[in-house]
DNA sequence: CTCAAGTGAGACAGACCTGTCTCACCTTTG
DNA sequence: CAAAGGTGAGACAGGTCTGTCTCACTTGAG
């Protein structure tokens, strides 16, 4: 039978508050009882929605995944040049840097606590770095080979996850600065 | 009273044998119970030589900064310009990602799993990344003003965090040749 | 030799972990 | 109304965790 819609509200929920604890507290730091307790719901209400914590993890980036990549896409559309395009992707990063309760990229923090790769939550973590290359290869694939937009897409992918880390360590505002300009001379630099 | 030789080496022992099971296992993941198991220490000994599990956790992390401090400072000496001793950085670290047991970063993985700004663990993170970059720093100050080599020194250490981030994802070899294509890019920049 | 420090082995406490199960209750659907 | 699925609450099992403690033994220092 199909879930009803309280189910699948429950459901969600769930997801959203170990997404909140996790973000704090780690993954395996992070009880299932404590998430339980905080989304108000039975355990048996949990283990019925997901088959394990890893599960749950793994379904937890997922989501986190899409809601970053549906606000990435969002963003492209309102600038109309691949700078441009990229220089919204570093705001967006800028903004997040700031944000009140920023405690680093919990997809790095979820590689740090499940290495294998066969792990479904590796996986799930390659899902989201795939993602935000392949999204910077496209934007810069329109002004350039696609050799070389790969190549820069790289480059800028572990500038941005290198910013996030000197940011969780509380660099975050000079990070960005730096970023930006390295930005601008790989992206002006001759092919 | 000085602790004895064999007191120490069994001390230094256990550090390494942590050290080894933290890098595979990650840290809340590796028990005590495992580590002096593998150490083949009764566990007394281990807590009369650290206060706590996060004692050892902070001493693994030191022990490992300051070998990685000298192999650092060994290999400058070994070039001339500070554009060489630049290279042999990312040398060390392309020989590091094709190591056969390579995990990633350890230090990423401590502040994945212990981001509270004031615990020791942090603290021994900051402390290895700020050691890295400060030797940039005085490497490129040797070329270029100091303001500009801070900045620089800063964008390296961003590229080598982003690039262990994807070799821990298997793209190591790619991202090696990206970071030196902007290494050289940003280093070749007018200032 | 003598004595003290260090050690190995393991029991132990108390807490926490994941995951299963029961049972009474509610809500939705037919 | 009636049947069935979803839920809350919590007991429970079996295991693991950190950290303390005891006791017999070995080893180093004076």
Redesign the pocket.
């Known amino acids: 039978?199909a879930?009803?819609?309280?189910?699948a509200?429950?459901?969600q929920h769930i997801v959203e508050t170990a997404y909140r604890l996790f973000k704090r507290g780690g993954f395996?730091?992070?009880?299932?009882?404590?998430i339980i307790a905080e989304a108000?719901?039975?355990?048996?209400?949990m283990?019925?929605?997901f088959p394990?914590?890893?599960g749950l993890i793994a379904e937890v980036l997922d989501w986190r995944t899409a809601r970053f990549e549906r606000q990435l896409d969002r963003l492209a559309e309102t600038a109309q040049t691949p700078d441009d395009k990229i220089a919204t992707i570093l705001d967006w990063y800028q903004r997040w840097f700031d944000s009140p309760d920023f405690h680093g990229c919990l997809f790095q923090h979820a590689l740090a606590e499940f290495g294998e790769p066969d792990h479904v939550v590796f996986k799930a973590v390659t899902r989201q770095k795939d993602g935000l290359k392949r999204r910077m290869r496209d934007i810069l694939a329109a002004r350039m080979p696609g050799e070389r937009a790969a190549s820069i897409a790289a480059t800028l992918l572990m500038l941005l996850e290198g910013a996030t880390l000197l940011a969780q360590m509380g660099q975050g505002k000079a990070a960005i600065a730096d970023m930006r300009q390295a930005a601008a001379r790989i992206l002006d630099a001759p092919g």
């Not at 108000?40 to 209400?45: G, I, N, W, Y």
């Open positions: 039978m879930p009803s819609r309280l189910a509200e429950k459901r395996h730091a992070t009880g299932i009882d404590r108000e719901v039975a355990k048996m209400t283990y019925r929605h394990n914590k890893d």
